[in-house]
């Protein structure tokens, strides 16, 4: 792959040497032999297969060859393979299920790529103190499973949390459909043990929240394992709610359903989740699943709320109704048992795989805009396509602003591609134009790295370079990500995202 | 105490000309400041500067007191879901939101109320804020919507931060509608002013919240209010008082140093509040 950085570095952050790709050959020869000596033969892997493996996660688009894999046991084992990596120079990543969307776990720049396969244990549960530690290769679903008897669960839900990773998940700092009402991982997680980018074991935070010390916890979520590899965590656990409603409304106008999102926000109710999906993804699940909706829907509205007590939850879902209604909705469509909510939840759950069906490729954004500006920025997403001769199809945490655009086409026509490419940044320029951010949910990684000039004025970048320094001022731990300044790094190959949800 | 200039620009250049600057806390809470610094009323930096109620935000300068964010949200049926301002009397002193007299102050010592355990904190609330370093540098750190994974979060790191990173000049908050409040649980024991806060774990609640030195404690976030800090309190909890609540030799002394060193250079912002730095 090419080497050369297309980014810009900006001028005074954090300076960085020249970095090269770590190189095999002429690196240190006995790098498997000495891992094998560090872990044992069963937690190293190398060779093609592997160096094909992990080379890439679910953002396809770039990839790099790690020299070696490991797939550490515990906190020393991390802490010894890092020393080791500091000691010969060697970049090294962190990487849970592989399952992000902007390839952070991609090791940029080669060398050892950290696995936390290994780290899957759950340690203590306290469920007096609705709290966990876990290690943070565990999937995030395995929590919530191993507290359900108990009424609890781990809130954050991204889509991925079969497999997605406790440590990919404060990482990314992931949300999911809840988020609206419940938060991001940030606000779940109470206390971390980390191996900092010198190899040194160190805890931030506690078993509750707060402190009277700075909030290093608040920053390390979210930091992309940029600033070490968090091998343990307590975690909140949040009651399962007593009573939940969902409600799946349909609008025969896109306007009818972005204006319904807003409305129900300025009149104070929160959803638990408040989930949008038009036209093209109802084609998309009709066609695989047989499910139909109102003849003339362009746009549905998956709405939950939830609490413990029905009455509240009741008159939440009343006032969800009335905004609807407001709104000329069709028709509300409400769950009565739990399996009527499954089925209302269908279009959500399977609409991204049931577009991969229509499309040789299809590419789906991440960016976030105030939600009151919804109405506008579709309208702008279907103009863009439009104009663009692409086929779009939306699908995305409308209560958050979190837009998912979703484009196919046929990635054999360099045409379309070049097409696809333009839309894209037309879509994330507008988000930016109206006050909102690169990126909801996906991270940066290498994918948006020449993006966040736009959102960011040289002085703020400065000002996370020295974030970063607080704990890295190196360039091994997890080199070329978020920040765009850093040399030789990744040459995105096109600038067409992979795939994602 | 000197009142700030009026714009942001101003109050960089500001900051960039005055050697050392101290913002103490209106409560008194942290190690004392050097006299030496020159002191700001962050209070005459008011205003309320953006509440787009559809987008759940509202945009302030940092010395806009709780008391007149709660009434603006108030007005759209949203709030700051402390008790705050819905206390009853006697237990005014146990919220430290209305005790702080600026929202920038409430978010620097990131205190606990009543209501965390089912609303959150400052970590949930805090999306983006903009502060001045010590260069004179306007930094806007996090963004203005409520879910962002762009950066750092550098914002956050500003929570408990006593303003001893950097001088916080604008606030962006998420907000809450009041509909949904849950009830609270604090229950003043005696009357009486606290001379510290702890936080306890749910386990050792019971025992924490019968002793004698407790003047209120609250179910719900597990907090207790203490006349005075004297006993050390359970492992595990974690005790705020008049005074720094931080040793040199605690671990994370270290990383606080080095935030300071990268963020403060010279040093400039409350000289003397930790009582490390
Ligand atoms: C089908 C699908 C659906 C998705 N749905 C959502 C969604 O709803 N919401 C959402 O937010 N995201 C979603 N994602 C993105 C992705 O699943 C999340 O970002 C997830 O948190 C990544 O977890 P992971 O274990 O796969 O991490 P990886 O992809 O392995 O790594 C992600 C980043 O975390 C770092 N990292 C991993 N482990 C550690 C550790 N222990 N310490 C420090 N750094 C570490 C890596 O270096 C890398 O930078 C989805 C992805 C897919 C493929």
Same mark, same amino acid.
């Given at each position: 792959?090419?080497?050369?950085?297309?980014?810009?570095?900006?001028?005074?952050?954090?300076? =960085?040497?020249?970095?090269?790709?770590?190189?095999?050959?002429?690196?240190?020869?006995?790098?498997?032999?000495?891992?094998?000596?560090?872990?044992?033969? =069963?937690?190293?892997?190398?060779?093609?297969?592997? =160096?094909?493996?992990?080379?890439?996660?679910?953002?396809?688009?770039?990839?790099?060859?790690?020299?070696?894999?490991?797939?550490?046991?515990?906190?020393?084992?991390?802490?010894?393979?890092?020393?080791?990596?500091?000691?010969?120079?060697?970049?090294?990543?962190?990487?849970?299920?592989?399952?992000?969307?902007?390839?952070?776990?991609?090791?940029?720049?080669?060398?050892?790529?950290?696995?936390?396969?290994?780290?899957?244990?759950?340690?203590?549960?306290?469920?007096?103190?609705?709290?966990?530690?876990?290690?943070?290769?565990?999937?995030?679903?395995?929590?919530?499973?191993?507290?359900?008897?108990?009424?609890?669960?781990?809130?954050?839900?991204?889509?991925?949390?079969?497999?997605?990773?406790?440590?990919?998940?404060?990482?990314?700092?992931?949300?999911?459909?809840?988020?609206?009402?419940?938060?991001?991982?940030?606000?779940?997680?109470?206390?971390?043990?980390?191996?900092?980018?010198?190899?040194?074991?160190? *805890?931030?935070?506690?078993?509750?929240?707060?402190?009277?010390?700075?909030?290093?916890?608040?920053?390390?979520?979210?930091?992309?394992?940029?600033?070490?590899?968090?091998?343990?965590?307590?975690?909140?656990?949040?009651?399962?709610?007593?009573?939940?409603?969902?409600?799946?409304?349909?609008?025969?106008?896109?306007?009818?359903?972005t204006?319904?999102v807003a409305?129900?926000?300025?009149?104070?109710?929160?959803?638990?989740?408040? =989930?949008?999906?038009?036209?093209?993804?109802?084609?998309?699940?009709?066609?695989?699943?047989?499910?139909?909706?109102?003849?003339?829907?362009?746009?549905?509205?998956?709405?939950?709320?939830?609490?413990?007590?029905?009455? *509240?939850?009741?008159?939440?879902?009343?006032?969800?109704?009335?905004?609807?209604?407001?709104?000329?909705?069709?028709?509300?469509?409400?769950?009565?048992?739990?399996?009527?909510?499954?089925?209302?939840?269908?279009?959500?759950?399977?609409?991204?795989?049931?577009?991969?069906?229509?499309?040789?490729?299809?590419?789906?954004h991440d960016g976030v805009i105030p939600r009151s500006k919804l109405p506008e920025m579709l309208d702008f997403v279907?103009r863009v396509?439009?104009?663009?001769?692409?086929?779009?199809?939306?699908?995305f945490?409308a209560?958050d602003g979190n837009l998912?655009p979703?484009?196919?086409?046929?990635?054999?026509?360099?045409?379309?591609?070049?097409?696809?490419?333009?839309?894209?940044?037309a879509i994330i320029r507008k988000c930016l134009d109206l006050g909102g951010s690169v990126t909801g949910?996906?991270?940066?990684?290498?994918?948006?790295?020449?993006l966040?000039?736009l959102m960011?004025?040289?002085?703020?970048?400065?000002?996370?370079?020295?974030?970063?320094?607080?704990?890295?001022?190196?360039?091994?731990?997890?080199?070329?990500?978020?920040?765009?300044?850093?040399?030789?790094?990744?040459?995105?190959?096109?600038?067409?995202?992979?795939?994602?949800? | 105490?000197?009142?700030?200039?009026?714009?942001?620009?101003?109050?960089?250049?500001?900051?960039?000309?005055?050697?050392?600057?101290?913002?103490?806390?209106?409560?008194?809470?942290?190690?004392?400041?050097?006299?030496?610094?020159?002191?700001?009323?962050?209070?005459?930096?008011?205003?309320?500067?953006d509440?787009p109620?559809k987008d759940?935000i509202?945009?302030?300068?940092?010395?806009?007191?709780?008391?007149?964010?709660?009434?603006?949200?108030?007005?759209?049926?949203?709030?700051?879901?402390?008790?705050?301002?819905?206390?009853?009397?006697?237990?005014?002193?146990?919220?430290?939101?209305?005790?702080?007299?600026?929202?920038?102050?409430?978010?620097?010592?990131?205190?606990?109320?009543?209501?965390?355990?089912?609303?959150?904190?400052?970590?949930?609330?805090?999306?983006?804020?903009?502060?001045?370093?010590?260069?004179?540098?306007?930094?806007?750190?996090?963004s203005s919507v409520v879910k962002n994974?762009a950066?750092?979060?550098?914002?956050?790191?500003?929570?408990?931060?006593?303003?001893?990173?950097?001088?916080?000049?604008?606030?962006?908050?998420?907000?809450?509608?009041?509909?949904?409040?849950?009830?609270?649980?604090?229950?003043?024991?005696?009357?009486?002013?606290?001379?510290?806060?702890?936080?306890?774990?749910?386990?050792?609640?019971?025992?924490?919240?019968?002793?004698?030195?407790?003047?209120?404690?609250?179910?719900?976030?597990?907090?207790?209010?203490?006349?005075?800090?004297?006993?050390?309190?359970?492992?595990?909890?974690?005790?705020?008082?008049?005074?720094?609540?931080?040793?040199?030799?605690?671990?994370?002394?270290?990383?606080?140093?080095?935030?300071?060193?990268?963020?403060?250079?010279?040093?400039?912002?409350?000289?003397?509040?930790?009582?490390?730095?």
């Open positions: 792959m090419e080497r050369s950085c297309r980014v810009a570095p900006i001028p005074g952050i954090v300076p =960085e040497p020249d970095m090269k790709p770590y190189d095999p050959a002429a690196g240190i020869t006995t790098l498997s032999q000495d891992l094998i000596r560090l872990l044992g033969e =069963e937690s190293v892997l190398a060779g093609q297969s592997a =160096e094909r493996a992990y080379d890439c996660d679910a953002y396809t688009v770039d990839r790099s060859r790690p020299a070696a894999v490991v797939l550490p046991n515990n906190t020393e084992e991390v802490a010894k393979v890092v020393r080791y990596c500091v000691k010969h120079s060697i970049p090294f990543t962190a990487r849970g299920a592989g399952t992000g969307l902007s390839g952070g776990a991609l090791p940029a720049l080669g060398g050892v790529v950290i696995s936390t396969k290994r780290l899957t244990k759950i340690l203590e549960i306290d469920l007096p103190n609705r709290r966990m530690l876990a290690q943070t290769g565990i999937a995030n679903k395995k929590l919530s499973d191993a507290v359900k008897h108990a009424g609890l669960h781990f809130a954050p839900d991204p889509s991925s949390q079969t497999v997605a990773t406790l440590g990919g998940n404060i990482a990314e700092n992931a949300g999911g459909p809840h988020t609206l009402k419940y938060g991001v991982t940030s606000n779940h997680v109470l206390g971390v043990t980390m191996v900092d980018p010198l190899g040194e074991i160190v *805890t931030f935070g506690g078993k509750h929240f707060g402190g009277p010390e700075f909030d290093f916890v608040g920053l390390i979520c979210g930091s992309e394992g940029t600033l070490g590899i968090v091998t343990e965590a307590w975690i909140k656990l949040t009651p399962l709610p007593k009573v939940v409603r969902t409600a799946l409304a349909s609008f025969d106008t896109i306007r009818g359903a204006e319904t409305g129900i926000i300025a009149k104070g109710t929160i959803p638990a989740a408040l =989930e949008m999906m038009d036209s093209g993804i109802l084609k998309a699940v009709s066609a695989a699943f047989g499910v139909t909706y109102p003849v003339g829907t362009q746009a549905l509205l998956l709405i939950e709320c939830d609490g413990d007590d029905v009455a *509240t939850v009741e008159a939440e879902m009343q006032a969800v109704r009335e905004v609807c209604q407001s709104n000329n909705c069709l028709d509300i469509a409400m769950a009565e048992t739990e399996a009527d909510r499954a089925k209302l939840w269908t279009a959500r759950k399977k609409g991204v795989g049931a577009m991969g069906r229509l499309a040789p490729s299809i590419v789906t279907y396509a439009a104009d663009a001769k692409v086929g779009v199809a939306n699908i945490h209560g998912h979703c484009f196919y086409f046929d990635d054999r026509d360099p045409e379309q591609v070049k097409n696809v490419v333009e839309a894209g940044e949910e996906h991270g940066v990684g290498v994918e948006k790295i020449d966040m000039p960011f004025s040289e002085a703020d970048l400065r000002m996370q370079g020295k974030a970063k320094a607080i704990f890295n001022d190196g360039t091994l731990c997890n080199p070329c990500k978020i920040l765009p300044n850093q040399k030789s790094c990744v040459e995105h190959k096109m600038r067409w995202r992979g795939m994602a949800w | 105490m000197v009142a700030l200039p009026n714009t942001l620009e101003s109050i960089a250049r500001w900051v960039a000309e005055t050697p050392k600057i101290a913002v103490p806390s209106s409560q008194g809470w942290g190690a004392p400041i050097s006299p030496q610094a020159v002191g700001v009323d962050l209070s005459t930096y008011s205003g309320i500067l509440f109620v759940q509202v945009k302030m300068r940092a010395g806009t007191s709780p008391a007149e964010l709660q009434q603006a949200l108030a007005a759209e049926g949203y709030c700051l879901p402390t008790l705050f301002p819905d206390l009853q009397p006697n237990q005014a002193p146990f919220e430290p939101l209305a005790r702080s007299q600026t929202l920038a102050e409430a978010v620097a010592f990131g205190l606990p109320h009543a209501r965390e355990a089912q609303t959150g904190s400052w970590r949930e609330w805090l999306i983006g804020t903009t502060v001045i370093t010590g260069d004179g540098e306007i930094v806007k750190l996090g994974v950066g750092y979060d550098i914002q956050r790191l500003m929570i408990g931060s006593r303003m001893s990173l950097g001088l916080i000049v604008e606030v962006t908050l998420r907000v809450f509608p009041i509909a949904a409040l849950p009830k609270s649980s604090l229950i003043v024991v005696r009357e009486g002013e606290p001379g510290a806060i702890r936080r306890v774990l749910d386990s050792d609640f019971e025992a924490e919240s019968v002793k004698p030195e407790v003047l209120a404690h609250d179910r719900n976030s597990g907090t207790v209010w203490l006349e005075s800090a004297a006993d050390q309190g359970p492992k595990d909890s974690w005790t705020h008082q008049k005074g720094t609540g931080i040793f040199e030799g605690d671990p994370v002394a270290k990383w606080m140093h080095r935030a300071k060193e990268k963020f403060d250079p010279h040093a400039k912002f409350n000289p003397g509040v930790w009582g490390i730095f």
